[in-house]
């Protein structure tokens, strides 16, 4: 079983900067890809982004590479970096982990989640 941990969630206000990280222990694999959800009051959880293979992300339409994701392989650790954050942008955020990179279903490992809340 792998276990994940986020962490760096908050209350920052519109504009400011974010950084998430999801910290995994337990049985891993190198093959596993990792990612981030979200979900927001009222909606459904959504990908946020997750990568395909070492160095290539699969990202929400609506991210469009604004929020750069990267990892720490000696920590097994993957990062979410949130800058010029806006209101809609408040949920609660997933880390994800699973076999295959097939980010238009939601399956795998996930966190107990990080609360971010940005304030107008």
């Known amino acids: 079983q792998v276990q994940l941990v986020e962490s760096g969630g908050g209350l920052v206000q519109a504009g400011d900067s974010l950084t998430l990280a999801c910290a995994a222990s337990?049985?891993?694999?190198?093959?596993?890809?990792m990612g981030w959800f979200r979900q927001a009051p009222g909606k459904q959880r959504e990908l946020v982004a997750g990568f395909i293979r070492s160095g290539t992300l699969r990202y929400a339409d609506y991210v469009k590479g604004r929020f750069p994701i990267s990892t720490d392989n000696a920590k097994k650790t993957l990062y979410l970096q949130m800058n010029s954050m806006k209101p809609e942008q408040t949920a609660v955020y997933y880390c994800?982990?699973?076999?295959?990179?097939?980010?238009?279903?939601?399956?795998?490992?996930w966190g107990q989640g990080a609360q971010v809340t940005v304030s107008s």
């Open positions: 337990g049985r891993t694999f190198t093959s596993w890809r």
């Open positions: 994800n982990v699973r076999l295959r990179p097939c980010w238009d279903i939601q399956v795998g490992s």
